[in-house]
């Protein structure tokens, strides 16, 4: 329903929906509400650290998991309706509580209370069944000719439907202060290409078939088992045609520019003008097609498939994509298949799941009176300070480092140096003032907010970008660097412990936040960040002979992180998470560098027989503390630039020095890694 296309930004966790600022809320006003919501007293323990969750009989050169987080492990049952524990999740579920407080209290006749009621009326949703589905499964019937059908695609942008290629707007990579068109492969119903395929994916497969055959039933198609192994045959096509997703976050590769004529000519088998009508946009000069080889390919294949395979299959994603707001019985049925992927025994409550739409639909809107709750202006004031110590601590690595040139480290610095920081929420909060919010129609609330979101996001296209805009929401638990923007983003929602507690012992924050921090500056010098220069554009920058070096010194943390298994088979992909664990360790390394500055020479006090120094790591290991289902964990390794939170612990402390003094780590340990084969880069 919304576009997927992003291209070099790079988050802590999972990208958020878009959503970006109009209206201004005084900082004061912030302060005032939340000043009484700070507690006198740590979050989580006396400092900081759950020490009862950690597990003191094991080693931590042997197992930091299990140091740090052994008893907790033990004791912790995933709940039924979720994927995986841990500190990100938990974080969450609380945000979803304030949440939740907001919108059931909200004024009579706002939109988030409107929006919340019409997902809650399971009544009246029950007694309309599937009427509100036909309208738009009927429009598709009425398609009579290919060139329809593409501009049908063309349109769904913001709305029930699917398209082979997806669309969104970005700055440009040769003049990152105008705003361009991209476009990227689409198509799919599973997650990646390789779950068509991959013996580890046949319950996956068999579990989606079984949802394609029950939804064209429920839809009415005479041929419902037949219709169902028809769209997954063209499915599979596409798969094939479609990059492998390693490739996908390569920006080099991605970087190919044509005009709509020339685009019109490299993949002629779909009608771009009709394409381009339908989603109301008019002949450019430069589009950005990421992956090129499949928008030619994925054409070709939509000009030699009959008429009729096309409908079948938008007519099965239209259901599907509504099901969520229909009756229980299409509810259940996306359930059923979604369960297969992750592996959750329930589904999560309804309440959950209404939040979880007004927070995507209405982001800023309830995003601003989050934040004059939860967020006071001292955690603001704070954070500005943490993140001006962690540039300093960035600064001193590259002037530091003995790889670089004098010409390379001076460019480095200076892309630094401009990298922008915003923190808690935007300078102004757009308007939804012309988005129509009905409580008896929540068919229709979602369509209407669908399309008032990506008409938002896409009236950017040919303008001026805007690098205050936001693209997350502020109770947002992530954080992400700009990428073609070169800014870096806190929400507020993540600015709460274990990540950031203005009460909590200074080591833990920078363990925690700090390293975020860390994390999201390092994305501008990751394997795709360092494409980037100063200014937002794509170009090399470095010396042919740093880059070089960075290169062969990334192979030696591609191969650590190779060698980590998830589940039995299921191995970390280096290529695909390289950005997110140069950023990781790095980010951690900063933090610690950082830290002994903000002691300005002295020794911080030991806290329960444990340093300063010691408790840097304790923050991080929190931060990463995680169980999974094993469904859940192989689709994080097939399809998530970002390794498990194990490997996201332990693969960064083990190429830190000092991590080995702090614990007293040696050579025998099962964690160790000799001096000279520790992965240095930043």
Do not use: C
Request: charged content about 25%.
């Amino acid at each position: 329903m919304k576009s997927r296309f992003l291209l070099a930004a790079a988050s802590l966790a999972v990208l958020a929906v878009p959503l970006s600022a109009q209206q201004t809320t005084p900082a004061h006003d912030h302060a005032a509400h939340a000043a009484q919501a700070v507690p006198a007293k740590p979050v989580i323990g006396a400092w900081g650290v759950d020490l009862a969750g950690g597990d003191a009989s094991a080693r931590p050169g042997d197992d930091f998991f299990r140091y740090s987080a052994g008893k907790w492990y033990d004791a912790t049952e995933i709940p039924a309706d979720r994927p995986s524990v841990g500190a990100f999740y938990d974080l969450r579920e609380r945000t979803s509580e304030q949440l939740r407080e907001l919108i059931t209290k909200a004024p009579a006749g706002s939109k988030y209370g409107a929006l919340y009621a019409s997902f809650m009326d399971d009544a009246k949703i029950e007694k309309l069944g599937l009427a509100p589905l036909k309208k738009d499964l009927a429009a598709v019937d009425k398609l009579k000719t290919k060139s329809d059908f593409a501009r049908f695609m063309g349109g769904t942008n913001g709305k029930f439907g699917i398209t082979l290629v997806d669309m969104g707007v970005l700055p440009d990579t040769a003049n990152p202060e105008m705003n361009i068109l991209g476009l990227g492969q689409s198509g799919l119903g599973l997650p990646e290409r390789e779950y068509y395929t991959a013996p580890q994916f046949a319950k996956q497969r068999d579990a989606y078939r079984a949802y394609l055959e029950r939804t064209m039933q429920a839809i009415g198609n005479p041929n419902p088992k037949a219709a169902a192994e028809t769209i997954f045959a063209f499915e599979a096509k596409v798969a094939e045609k479609s990059w492998k997703i390693a490739d996908r976050r390569d920006i080099s590769k991605l970087n190919n520019i044509y005009s709509t004529a020339d685009l019109a000519k490299y993949a002629p088998g779909i009608d771009w003008t009709a394409y381009f009508a339908g989603a109301g946009i008019a002949p450019q000069q430069r589009i950005l097609v990421g992956e090129n080889t499949a928008v030619r390919d994925l054409a070709a294949l939509y000009a030699e498939t009959p008429l009729a395979t096309l409908k079948l299959w938008q007519q099965f994603h239209i259901a599907s994509q509504a099901s969520p707001y229909l009756t229980k019985a299409m509810v259940d049925s996306r359930f059923e298949y979604t369960r297969s992927l992750s592996g959750v025994g329930e589904i999560r409550p309804r309440w959950k799941r209404a939040v979880d739409l007004v927070d995507g639909s209405l982001g800023e809107l309830v995003g601003q009176d989050y934040v004059a709750r939860h967020f006071p202006a001292s955690s603001k004031a704070k954070m500005d300070a943490l993140v001006g110590n962690l540039k300093l601590a960035m600064a001193g690595r590259i002037k530091s480092n003995d790889w670089m040139s004098p010409a390379t480290k001076e460019a480095a610095l200076l892309k630094l140096s401009r990298m922008e920081v915003m923190v808690g929420y935007p300078d102004k909060f757009r308007s939804y003032d012309t988005l129509a919010i009905d409580a008896g129609d929540l068919y229709g609330n979602v369509q209407r907010a669908g399309k008032f979101n990506a008409d938002y996001a896409m009236s950017d296209l040919g303008k001026p970008v805007d690098r205050k805009k936001w693209g997350m929401n502020p109770q947002t638990v992530n954080a992400y660097n700009g990428g073609l923007e070169n800014k870096i983003v806190f929400p507020a929602g993540i600015l709460q412990a274990p990540f950031f507690d203005p009460n909590a012992d200074d080591a833990v924050n920078y363990g925690a936040i700090g390293a975020v921090i860390g994390h999201e500056i390092t994305h501008g010098f990751d394997d795709q960040g360092r494409k980037i220069d100063a200014t937002g554009a794509v170009r090399d920058w470095w010396a042919e002979s740093d880059g070089k070096r960075f290169e062969e010194r990334a192979k030696v943390l591609g191969a650590q992180y190779a060698a980590y298994e998830a589940v039995p088979g299921a191995f970390v992909n280096p290529d695909l998470t390289m950005g997110e664990n140069i950023a990781d360790n790095a980010g951690l390394q900063i933090a610690y560098d950082a830290y002994l500055m903000s002691l300005n020479g002295k020794e911080a006090p030991a806290l329960d027989g444990l340093t300063g120094k010691q408790r840097v790591f304790l923050g991080w290991a929190q931060v990463w503390r995680s169980k999974a289902r094993e469904d859940s964990l192989r689709q994080q390794v097939a399809t998530d630039p970002h390794s498990p939170g194990r490997f996201r612990l332990y693969g960064p402390v083990r190429n830190i020095d000092a991590w080995y003094d702090a614990f007293g780590v040696k050579q025998g340990d099962k964690l160790y890694i000799a001096p000279e084969k520790r992965a240095k880069i930043w």
